[in-house]
C-alpha cells in the first residue's frame, strides 16, 4: 500500500471513488441525483487545477497499483494555517482494512508538514458511520457549519484534535496483523524513515508495553533498532536515523 499525492492522472480514480463511497454510505439521505451533482460540482473537469494549488493537498491511496483512496484538505489563513480536512473517501470494496485511518494519519503529517497549525475535519451531521470514525482516532466535536450540496444545504459536523498534553499520544489506534502477527500500532507515536513513517506498535490495545515498529512502507513489525535509536526494515530497507534528541542518547 502507497500512500502519495495526487496527479492528473488520478483524476477518473478520485471521481470513481467519490461516486461509489456516496453511493455506498450516503443515499439514506441525499438523493441519488444530489449525488451525482456533487461528484460534477466538485470532481469535474476544473478539479484538476486544484492539484497545482500549494494550499490544496489531495493525497491517494495505491493498492497494488490501484487508487482506492483519497483525501482532499486545504490550508486556510494567512498568518497562522489550519488544516481542513474536506472528505476521506475509501472505494466500499476496500474498507475495514485499516485504509482508512492510515489515510488520515499521513493526511494529518502532511498537512502538519506545510504549516498547519491545527487540524479540522469536517463530515456531515446525518454520516454516523464518519463522525464515529473521528470520533475513534482522536477527534471530538467543536461545531457545526452549513454546507451546499447542489441544490440543497446540509450540517456538517467541525471536529478537531482532542486537547491531549503530549501530541505524541495522539489517539489513533489501529488493530492490524503483521508477519502473522497482531499488533496495535499508534498512528500519533511516529518517526521518520527513509521511505515511510515507522510507528509504535503494542502487543495490547491499552498501549501498556511496546512491543515493535510498523514500517509505513510495507506494513512490517520485522526490523532491528541499534543503541543509537537507527530503526532499519528487513523487509524493504526503510531505514530511520535517531535525531539529537532522541531518548537513546540519554
Known sequence: MEIREATAS??????TIAHDSLNSTYTSFLAGETIDDAIEQWYGNSFVDDLDDDRVVFLVVEDDGE???????????????????LWLHVHPDHR??????RLLVRTRE????????????????DNEVGNEFYRTHGFEQAG????????????ENVYVES???????????????AD???????????????KAPFYTAYQTEDRSERYAWLCGNCESIDNAMDAMGRIECNN???????????????
Open 110 to 125: 502532511t498537512l502538519l508538514e506545510k504549516g498547519a497549525d491545527e487540524i479540522q475535519c469536517f463530515v456531515l451531521e
Open 180 to 194: 502473522g502477527e497482531t499488533v496495535y500500532v499508534s498512528y500519533g507515536e511516529a518517526a521518520r524513515g527513509s
Open 144 to 155: 457545526q457549519r452549513e454546507i451546499e450540496i447542489g441544490s440543497e444545504t446540509f450540517t
Open 10 to 15: 488520478d483524476a477518473e480514480a478520485i471521481r
Open 96 to 101: 475495514d482494512g485499516g485504509t482508512g485511518v
Open 163 to 177: 486537547d491531549l498534553e503530549d501530541d505524541d499520544e495522539w489517539g489513533a489506534i489501529d488493530e492490524v496483523t
Open 236 to 250: 524493504c530497507g526503510n531505514r530511520r536515523k535517531a535525531t539529537r534528541w532522541d531518548s537513546a542518547h540519554l
Open 67 to 85: 487508487v482506492v483512496a483519497f483525501s482532499q484538505s486545504e490550508l486556510i489563513g494567512q498568518q497562522t494555517h489550519t488544516g481542513h480536512l
